[in-house]
């Protein structure tokens, strides 16, 4: 029963989904599937809201048939259609679904991930994970994903929620007005009487758009979260005892033509802790990116990377932050085993930027 795989990974939650290549990960204490999110032992669905930048709708209502809730009321909120041709058909076919599609400028992306899920006792449940809703992403790619206790409504006796407050209620609602969309508005009105203080993590949003300040923008966030919470062990700032921060994702985007254009920020907002200093020479980014052995060789073979040549000719600069392990010995990547989307290859001679 999917509850008890739950509870088995308190108190953290965290889980991977099950992949169909990998037969160990089918039987895994901390790996799912979409399905299992349904499950009946978690709750009886009522309603579910999902936030996702790419989605087949045909595999995401059939997972819901799969769990026998094919007629719940599903509302979708998604940037790109995985198979665009089909959705003609498709809102006469899920008369139960109501969608909205997220528009975008040039310089503003739509890359949220979440599900919440109402059930019949009125107790709400958050899913944060880092697959679209496709079946590629579900069944052949690794990801990961959180899961948070049913979160029942606020005591009608004291009508205030109980417990340490991480802000993830009031965050949780600015994130979903900013969406400003008719289709949220009774998603808002469920999460304002629910009681979110079994949740002891902190929500961490990015909103569509150009953020200088604020909440709006995660990586002020993230520093602040950091600055106030985290504590460095001892003798870090001596130079044996150098820090790295670790970042790993199948996909790599346009970061400039320099680390300054835009990773710089990224790097020194993760950097933050009580005791840190803007000049702080010990902020080592090191990005794990899989090689063409980790492919052949992994259970994430049947899924493509998503690293064009012609990106990585711009940025060649980004290569010196790449690592993979030899013998149990971090390396750096040489050129050759960085894999890169053939459809896409441009053979042109990298262009030279001064770094």
């Known amino acids: ?21 990998c037969a160990e990960t089918i039987e895994h204490i901390n790996a799912v599937f979409f399905k299992e999110l349904l499950c009946p032992s978690m709750g009886q669905v009522k309603c579910s809201l999902h936030i996702t930048n790419t989605v087949d709708v045909r595999w995401l209502m059939s997972m819901y048939a799969l769990m026998n809730i094919a007629m719940t009321p599903v509302t979708l909120i998604y940037g790109t ?53 496709t079946d590629d992403d579900w069944s052949k790619c690794n990801n990961g994903l959180w899961i948070s206790p049913a979160c029942p ?16 209620k009031p965050n949780l609602i600015y994130y979903l007005d900013s969406y400003r969309m008719d289709i949220i508005s009774p998603w808002v009105e469920t999460i304002r009487i629910v009681d979110f203080s079994s949740i002891k993590v902190f929500l961490i949003t990015s909103i569509p758009g150009e953020h200088q300040k604020g909440r709006d923008n995660h990586l002020n966030v993230v520093a602040n979260l950091l600055k106030k919470h985290c504590v460095m062990p001892k003798g870090i700032d001596r130079e044996e005892n150098k820090w790295k921060i670790i970042g790993v994702s199948p996909s790599i985007g346009d970061l400039g033509k320099y680390f300054s254009h835009w990773l710089k920020l990224f790097v020194t907002s993760l950097s933050h802790h009580k005791r840190y200093k803007e000049d702080s020479p ?74």
């Open 1 to 21: 029963m999917m509850f008890s795989k739950w509870s088995a990974n308190e108190p953290y939650y965290l889980f991977f989904n099950k992949l169909a290549s």
């Open 81 to 133: 259609l995985d198979k665009p041709n089909d959705f003609d058909t498709i809102k006469y076919q899920y008369p139960m679904l109501t969608y909205a599609r997220v528009a975008t400028g040039p310089y503003s992306k739509h890359n949220s991930k979440m599900s919440i899920f109402k059930y019949h006792d009125n107790s709400v449940r958050i899913v944060i994970y880092t697959a679209d809703l």
């Open 282 to 355: 010990h902020n080592r980014f090191n990005f794990i990116y899989p090689s063409d052995k980790n492919i052949k060789q992994g259970c994430r073979m049947q899924c493509t990377t998503r690293y064009t040549r012609e990106q990585h000719d711009e940025q060649i600069w980004f290569q010196r932050s790449m690592r993979y392990t030899l013998n149990g010995k971090e390396k750096i990547t040489n050129r050759t085993q960085i894999i890169i989307n053939k459809k896409k290859l441009n053979r042109k001679k990298p262009k030279k930027n001064g770094i």
């Open 153 to 168: 409504p606020v005591s009608e006796d004291t009508g205030v929620e109980k417990g340490k407050n991480t802000y993830f």
